[in-house]
């Protein structure tokens, strides 16, 4: 069924969200738990399609899954004996890589479809493939999909030429089922990496240095399951501290890690920005009176690339000019035409977007391409004078839950429309 969203913009909206699970860390852990090769629990896991997939995919391997709260699972791998992933959903999302890792460290042998996900660039997989061949694994990529094998994994040590989160996770997966020690250099810092360490180390492998640029698995065979809570989602967090900013709102986003979300309070601040930071919460007061500033985005502790395309609708109201230079992928400005339709006054360059501000917004019919581009859309339809219809939304429903339920209790005039071109029928929900 088709999803649309439509907002009438400049809406007064204030008060506080929460923020649910991180999707980059419950797309680890949920092919995680086919290494734990038992029954694990997960709370805090967010209710997005990519998930769902996911979950779907342990199920046709054998895995019992099953909901137990609104956002806790219980997975039980004990029963799975299929190496191979090749259904075609495999297909739809990037994260699916991970089961190579696990499905190797478990079986020693694993086939998969190749990734998906979303468009925005050159997305190779040449890092996890370096990893899993320096711990024995014999790589074979044929018809459209990966196949790894390996009569024993050995501990090695790996460093890694481009710093990579799927590459840093994938391998310390196949080293848990690694004998000795395995060393990843120029490893991904991102706290998602961390998240997947500490669910890593409760079901027995030893996971040391996560979070800085060496990390050393040393792997076991025997792994047990674990309760363990998905940390809370910094990108989608860091989507409503730009929303904040670009609406001129009070907004008080609950459930967060606040050091996660450093790089972006440091900008919306030199944009001119009141924030607050508690414990588990950071609260954004804009007036409007923004100035320009200068982006880039870069690995972790970096400005996340996941969250170039709302700073973008944040930059678009501030006096003067202001760039953002994209550094991780190669064709992450897609959304930008979009934005043209809504009469803003953006120029690409290469991996530079230069924004010329303030510009007021109108509302128009327009096409997320993916899914930080659908978050983008969403914030810019807020800003903008009259009615903004975003078509695509399968895109932002692959990485944010109850993002209609959450904006209307903020305020915002907002309603999804689903179109079920079976019975020729559209229905507003949420
Ligand atoms: C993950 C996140 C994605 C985020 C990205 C960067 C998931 C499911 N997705 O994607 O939301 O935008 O991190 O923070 O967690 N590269 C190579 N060779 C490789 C692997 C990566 O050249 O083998 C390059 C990529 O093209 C890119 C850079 O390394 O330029 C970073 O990519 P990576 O960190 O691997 O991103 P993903 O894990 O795909």
Redesign the pocket.
């Known amino acids: 069924m088709a999803s649309r969203i439509r907002i009438k913009g400049r809406k007064k909206i204030q008060g506080a969200i929460s923020v649910g699970g991180a ?2 860390a419950a ?2 852990i949920i092919p995680a738990t086919l290494l734990a090769g038992d029954k694990c629990i997960l709370e805090n896991v967010p209710q997005i399609t ?1 998930v769902l997939t996911f979950q779907n995919i342990l199920r046709e391997m054998g895995a019992s899954v099953q909901q137990t709260a609104d956002n806790t699972f219980e997975i039980d791998t004990t029963e799975v004996t299929q190496w191979q992933a090749v259904s075609e959903s495999m297909n739809s ?3 699916s890589y991970y089961v190579l890792g696990v499905l190797l460290a478990r079986f020693k042998r694993a086939k998969a479809v190749l990734p998906g ?2 468009n ?11 990893g899993f061949e320096a711990l024995g694994g014999k790589v074979k990529i044929e018809h459209g999909t990966i196949s790894v094998e390996a009569e024993k994994l050995t501990g090695n040590t790996i460093y890694l ?9 994938n391998i310390m997966f196949a080293a848990a089922g690694a004998e000795g020690t395995t060393v990843i250099e120029n490893a ?1 810092r ?1 706290p ?1 990496v961390v998240d997947v360490a500490n669910f890593l180390n409760g079901i027995g492998v030893r996971v040391r240095g996560a979070g800085t640029a060496t990390i050393r698995i040393t792997g076991t065979e025997f792994r047990r399951g674990v309760t363990h809570p998905v940390i809370p989602d910094r ?1 989608e967090a860091g989507t409503w501290l730009a929303m904040a900013v670009a609406t001129n709102s009070d907004i008080t986003v609950h459930n967060v890690i606040p050091v996660h979300l450093e790089a972006v309070i440091a900008k919306l601040k030199e944009m001119g920005a009141k924030v607050a930071e508690g414990e588990d919460y950071v609260r954004v007061i804009s007036n409007g009176n923004l100035r320009s500033v200068d982006l880039k985005t870069f ?2 502790p970096g400005l ?3 969250l170039q395309s709302q700073m973008m609708i944040a930059l678009l109201h501030a006096n003067g000019v202001s760039t953002i230079i994209e550094n ?3 064709n992450r400005f897609r959304c930008v035409p979009e934005l043209q339709r809504m009469g803003v006054n953006v120029k690409v360059d290469g991996n530079m977007a230069i924004i010329d501000g303030p510009k007021r917004l109108s509302g128009s019919v327009v096409y997320a391409t993916d ?1 930080r581009c659908a978050a983008a859309l969403i914030i810019a339809g807020l800003c903008a004078e009259g009615e903004t219809t975003i078509e695509n939304i399968f895109h932002l429903d692959r990485g944010y839950e109850k993002v209609v339920k959450k904006l209307r209790a903020l305020g915002a005039d907002i309603v999804r429309e689903t179109y079920d071109e079976l019975n020729d029928q559209m229905t507003i929900i949420d």
């Not at 660039?121 to 040449?126: N, S, T, V």
């Not at 030429?161 to 996770?169: H, Q, R």
């Open positions: 999707k980059n797309l680890a990519d999302f990037r994260a996900g979303c925005i660039g050159l997305r190779p997989i040449d890092q996890h493939i370096k030429d481009v710093v990579s989160v799927g590459a840093t996770i991904a991102e998602e990108i690995p972790y996340p690339t996941d991780i992928f190669n899914l």
